[in-house]
């Protein structure tokens, strides 16, 4: 038996409890999957991110799909340190016949953008920010922030970067953040699907690269109790159809347009329940909480970092305010699926549009400080603290539960309340430590 390696593509999707999976096929012979693509089944669909399958499986047993590469979203790249290359290529999940599977989370976001622009006119631009701690042989711990820390990286930095840009991302930077061994990186915005579809690349080039130089890397929304938590920051904008900014006007509220005003009052509006699709885990309610750098409440803010949406800064020495603004959403992380979690932010601001909400007056202070006459005056008030009440939240929320196809909203909830309910058998400690390892 020689020594020789065959190269391998893998055709993926990443469910709803936001793990990648797929099948392999010889790189010689991926070319031959175009059209049809590799065999899948509905149930994967229910799978938990501790393994097993959602009680109920509402898919049972039976019947198949096809999970079809859409090689717009392929990932190649020779710098994570393997034998062979890191070769992924996201696809769709579709019925035999080719028609679109109604569960399918990646066509979910493709309904809603084309949604927004059909009935608006509007397109949004999108980055995923994402944070996540570098676990290492134990070594003392650097200074937040210092660029010592992230030299102390190694090799990982500068090889992500290259493998990112090799697989065809545009990474911004690359920073150490306030926890030890924490890291946080950024990418160039692009439109919803290619935003989501790198969000993921991000994310398993880096597990990858880590795991070969004998590291690993953790996306879990919040790994340790005494530490910051990772969050995943979604940045968006808005255009016209033909890229023309238009979420800046310097009359509006912290500098916002009146369609992206009332695309933000959509969301606030139904923030209670989308946290459920962008805080999908036990976990991720260790990290929403405040004075934690965090989001807490259904709060707009200019520039404050405890707000859910947070109106970035616009800089005086660069290109004109209209095109640099833009709006992070801060209560998202690493365990939601971030097709699911950008179709909900869109539905939701479609929502705002279509009924021309309007923003409640903005808070300048932190909303703990606030007496509740405050807060209530200001729209403000607190995200859920649990995944069973975010899920709460989103079942009482009759518009939310029309933004999806049937089959896609029973298996998300199936999935998490299975997870809500498998996780409120840990104490706090073991929860974190088993969402770390599994993210």
């Avoid at 979910?108 to 290492?136: D, H, P």
């Avoid at 697989?167 to 911004?172: F, K, Q, S, V």
């Avoid at 833009?326 to 699926?337: K, M, P, Q, V, Y």
Wanted: net charge negative.
């Amino acid at each position: 038996m020689s020594g020789t390696l065959e190269p391998l593509t893998g055709i993926v999707t990443t469910d709803l409890a936001a793990v990648t999976r797929g099948r392999f096929v010889a790189t010689t012979d991926i070319d031959a999957t175009a059209a049809t693509g590799v065999g899948w089944i509905q149930s994967n669909l229910s799978l938990t991110a501790f393994g097993g399958l959602s009680n109920p499986n509402i898919w049972k047993s039976s019947g198949d799909l096809r999970l079809i590469p859409d090689f717009g979203a392929r990932f190649l790249t020779h710098a994570t340190g393997g034998d062979i290359p890191f070769d992924m290529v996201i696809g769709d999940l579709v019925e035999i016949d080719g028609s679109p599977w109604a569960a399918c989370p990646r066509n979910a976001l493709r309904q809603a953008a084309a949604a927004l622009e059909t009935e608006t006119g509007l397109r949004l631009k999108v980055s995923f920010e994402q944070e996540f701690y570098l676990l290492r042989p134990e070594e003392a711990p650097d200074h937040p922030l210092a660029f010592s820390a992230l030299r102390r990286s190694g090799a990982f930095a500068p090889q992500l970067v290259a493998g990112l840009r090799e697989a065809g991302l545009r990474p911004e930077n690359i920073l150490a953040e306030l926890g030890p061994g924490q890291l946080e990186i950024s990418i160039a915005p692009s439109a919803p699907i290619p935003a989501a579809d790198q969000a993921v690349a991000v994310r398993e080039i880096a597990r990858e690269l880590a795991h070969n130089l004998g590291q690993r890397a953790s996306f879990a929304p919040k790994p340790y109790a005494g530490h910051s938590g990772s969050g995943v920051h979604i940045h968006f904008s808005l255009t016209d159809s033909e890229g023309h900014a238009l979420t800046y006007d310097a009359d509006g509220p912290a500098g916002l347009s009146p369609e992206a005003t009332r695309f933000c009052a959509g969301i606030l509006r139904h923030l209670p329940a989308l946290t459920a699709f962008t805080a999908s885990s036990p976990a991720s309610f260790e990290r929403l909480k405040p004075y934690s750098w965090s989001a807490s409440y259904t709060w707009l803010a200019d520039q404050d970092r405890e707000a859910t949406l947070r109106v970035c800064p616009v800089l005086a020495m660069k290109s004109a305010p209209a095109d640099q603004l833009n709006i992070e959403f801060r209560a998202a992380d690493a365990t939601a699926n971030p097709y699911l979690a950008l179709a909900a932010l869109i539905r939701a601001g479609l929502e705002g549009l279509r009924n021309s909400y309007e923003l409640p007056p903005l808070a300048s202070a932190n909303p703990e400080e606030l007496s509740e006459a405050e807060r209530q005056y200001h729209g403000l008030k607190r995200l859920p603290t649990s995944l069973s009440q975010a899920l709460a939240q989103l079942e009482a929320d009759a518009t939310v539960g029309e933004w999806f196809p049937r089959p896609l909203f029973d298996t998300f909830l199936a999935v998490k309340r299975t997870e809500a309910e498998i996780g409120e058998g840990f104490d706090k400690d073991d929860l974190l430590e088993t969402y770390r390892a599994l993210y």
